[in-house]
């Protein structure tokens, strides 16, 4: 039954769409919220056949769109090549001229595999900012890192006990090491993917303390995404955290960007787990709700408007009609409370 829902959304448009498309390049469009992503082939087919691979393109599509309110660009090329392997290999986006996201597949990748693949909502994630300087890839890349796995719950795709068991090990992976120079100035591996992470992952926290969980990095991000043209514009960093701290009302992306661009900047970690109550176990983490900031943990993975929902029953606010309007007019439906 699933097939056939997912069958009955696609829109087929084959060869017709490139009359010079050569060989097994023929393609697909599926509609995602306001956008067209079309479809290119490249190698053999997969075990799974094209439908289980479309319903993996439109579930992550189906979970960015979800994070951000809307699909962040109107046109997307996705080219898939199937190769050897059992998993999802890796992917590449490029905002301009055209969005293009480039997956590599395995031919043998399971139905599971996909459903647990996180390297095509990172990927669509990019879509939604705009490019930045080489220097500050750590921006794009941590931001993709730390969103993912946010949206993949917040959508059901993934347990919060799973997320934060995958941020508290890998977390540390962003710290500063010795002679580090800053986010914008050491341009490790792990700098730029969770060192922009770790940003990501305090500047969420931040918002959502500093507002009372009214607001949170889904607010900047979406706030960004919908001034700019995504990643087809180009845009110095302090615009990208003029334009987030607004929808905050807050200074914390400006603030946490002059604390780590161009020195170490290392946040106490252990501080930030006792505070959010995340606690080590044998396999993982467990939650302490009575923590300071359990409910900022709870917040930030919670669906976008059941957040705001909460938000504006459970925290003391000296105008709470404003406050209440605020928060639902980006909710859609509005939230019942
Ligand atoms: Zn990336």
Redesign the pocket.
Known sequence: MRRVKALAILVLASLAMQPGARGADDRNVIRADRAALTLSWRGSDADLGRPGLLDWVERSAQIVSSYYGEFPLGKVAIQISIGEGDRVMGGR?FGAPDAVIELRVGRHVSAQALHDDWVLV??MI?LALPAVSDGQNWL??GL??YVEGIARVQAGNMSATALWSEYFADMTKGLPGAGDQGLDRTHTWARTYWGGALFGMLADMRIHEQTGNRRGLQDALRAIERAGGGMAERWPADRIFAVGDQATGTTVLRDLYAAMKDKPGAPDLPAFWADLGVVATDDGVRFDDNARLANVRRAMTAPYCNARSVSTTAVRQPSSASSIALASDSCSPSPSQ
């Open positions: 986006t990172h990927e990019h794009a890349e993709a890192t």
